[in-house]
Structure formats: structure tokens, C-alpha cells
């Protein structure tokens, strides 16, 4: 099992593109979600999937959007970007949508928005 | 507002003593509480977490001390080993709507020195 993966790993933008990270899992899990973290930010949840067919606004929810596409994929879309967007994205995704099943994370997209 | 903190952004110690990782939380409403660690290059993987209606959760090497009076929680790792070098994050659930929403610290980075 792959567990979480997200594509793609890096990524240069100018201001103003748009770009849609993808993240995948092959867990069978229900709850899927997206963090960015930040320098002495922590993470912070942009949007969540509690299960197939629904999204919820995070924390900082603006200037993204959300598709969950099916059970296994889940992703995120720029679609102005702005130099504040330069952060490192974390997708996440946990068997139920409770607080009590652990989040298990993909590897991270490292954006940089010039 | 910060609802979760972690002050010390690092933390060094010799191979063999005690790690302490503290973590402070402003929210009342908080009262599920997580660790992870966090490699470079790689996503967050959970550690242990505790309930509000426990004082103290061990599982091997690691354990997490709960003080609701306080709004702190502290992170124990007995002996330190250089694999646990990492960055630690606390993260905090409150109960309205048993979502999986999770509020991070801002991490605190531990090396272990051989």
C-alpha cells in the first residue's frame, strides 16, 4: 500500500496561474483532508472531506477550492495564486471523519508562488 | 490567535535522557489532544494522543501528561534515541460536531545528540 500520495512534489508559480494539487489514497478511508503548513504556523486545515460527495471549509479556506472526486482522490485548486499561497501543502485522510481516527498524511507539494 | 502553542521552537538533548516537549492551549472546548513528529521531506505520522478525562497516556518510550487546570500538555521521551530527532506538533480537537478538525502548534524541533 502506498498509504497517501500527492502530486506533484514541487512547484514554481507566477502570480495569477492557476494549479490543482492531487492527492490519492489507497486506504479505503472516508475522510479526506488538506493542511498547509507554514514557518511558525504549524499546519492548518484549508478544507476537509468528511466522506465522498462533501466538503467543508478548514481554518483558511480562502482563495482555494476543493473537488472530491471519489472515494480515493481529493483535490485542490489555485486558482489565482498569490505569493501568500507559498507554503507546503500536506493532504491527510482518516477511515472515519471523527476526531478519534487518526490522520495518516501524504509526503507533502512544496509551492513557491513568485 | 494562536489556540495552540508550542514555545520553544527547539529542543537539544543527549542520547539516553529525557525529551520534554510542552504544548499550551487557550480553548477551553479543547479536549482531545494529539502529538505528531514529523521528518524532513515526509508527512506528520501520529505518536499518541490523550483524553481529556485522563491525566497521563504511555505508550513505550513516549508519554503525554495532561493539565486541564493549566491548559498545558508535555510530551515525555524516556530514553532519547537520535531517531527521535524530528519536529514534534500538539494538536487540539474540541467536540462540536465530532469532526476530525484538528488545530496544530506550531512545532518544536528535537534533536537528539548522540
Known amino acids: 500500500n502506498a498509504g497517501v500520495t500527492q502530486t506533484p512534489k514541487f512547484q514554481v508559480l507566477k502570480t495569477g496561474q492557476s494549479m490543482t494539487l492531487q492527492c490519492a489514497q489507497d486506504?479505503?478511508?472516508?475522510?479526506m483532508y488538506w493542511y498547509r503548513q507554514d514557518p511558525g504556523m504549524g499546519l492548518r486545515l484549508i478544507y476537509y472531506?468528511?466522506?465522498?460527495?462533501?466538503?467543508d471549509k478548514g481554518e483558511v479556506p480562502n482563495g482555494y477550492n476543493v473537488s472530491r472526486l471519489n472515494k480515493r482522490e481529493f483535490s485542490l485548486r489555485l486558482e489565482s495564486a498569490a505569493p501568500s499561497q507559498t507554503s507546503v501543502y500536506f493532504c491527510a485522510s482518516s477511515e472515519g471523519g471523527t476526531r478519534w481516527d487518526t490522520q495518516y498524511f501524504g509526503p507533502g507539494t512544496r509551492l513557491t508562488v513568485l | 490567535d494562536q489556540q495552540v502553542k508550542q514555545n520553544s521552537p527547539s529542543l537539544s538533548v543527549q542520547e539516553g535522557r529525557i525529551s520534554i516537549l510542552n504544548c499550551d492551549y487557550t480553548?477551553?472546548?479543547?479536549?482531545?489532544f494529539l502529538w505528531y513528529k514529523k521528518y524532513p521531506a515526509e508527512g506528520p505520522t501520529f505518536l499518541i494522543s490523550i483524553s481529556s478525562i485522563k491525566d497521563k497516556n504511555e505508550d513505550g518510550r513516549f508519554t503525554v501528561f495532561l493539565n486541564k487546570s493549566a491548559k498545558h500538555l508535555s510530551l515525555h521521551i524516556v530514553p532519547s534515541q537520535p531517531g527521535d530527532s524530528a519536529v514534534y506538533f500538539c494538536a487540539a480537537s474540541a467536540f462540536s460536531g465530532n469532526t476530525g478538525k484538528l488545530i496544530f502548534g506550531q512545532g518544536t524541533t528535537l534533536q537528539v545528540k548522540p
Open positions: 472531506s468528511a466522506s465522498e460527495g462533501t466538503t
Open positions: 486506504m479505503n478511508h472516508n475522510s
Open positions: 480553548n477551553s472546548m479543547f479536549d482531545y
